[in-house]
């Protein structure tokens, strides 16, 4: 099985999944310790945010991305392309993956996010989510 950990900087676990560029790919094959196989680096037009293609992507490798952060859109879009889309409040990539296999990996915290990117978007607080479509 094949995870991805959404990390802009490689080191720490990163939010708004959908605006991730970057990836630590970890091969999490049963009975073996997980361990980084790959690091994604994807241009622009390659976050899910922004690609619009039907083809292929790069995420489409891995079975599983975890994110601090993603939204409804993000989600259903890793859904539909076979890839289950997990969020967690757990900062370290080896962490999250380990505990993720052992089924204990903590909850998200609430969904917050700055609006530092270019669209337009509603949220919808009071229903414990952002309704960021867009992604």
Do not use: W
């Not at 708004?16 to 630590?24: D, E, V």
């Not at 990539?93 to 917050?112: I, R, S, W």
């Not at 990117?117 to 960021?132: A, F, L, P, V």
């Amino acid at each position: 099985m094949l995870i991805a950990i959404a990390s802009q900087n490689l080191h720490t676990i990163t939010g708004h999944a959908g605006m991730t560029r970057r990836f630590i790919v970890f091969d999490a094959t049963s009975g073996k310790a997980p361990h980084v196989v790959d690091h994604l680096n994807l241009p622009k037009n390659q976050s899910i945010h922004a690609f619009q293609g039907e083809g292929s992507h790069p995420l489409d490798a891995v079975d599983v991305v975890i994110a601090a952060s993603a939204g409804a859109g993000f989600i259903a879009r890793m859904a539909a392309r076979g890839i289950k889309a997990v969020v967690t409040s757990e900062t370290d990539p080896t962490t999250a993956v380990v505990d993720y296999l052992a089924g204990t990996l903590a909850a998200a915290a609430p969904h917050e996010h700055e609006h530092d990117h270019d669209h337009e978007h509603e949220h919808n607080h009071e229903s414990g989510g952002c309704n960021c479509n867009g992604q």
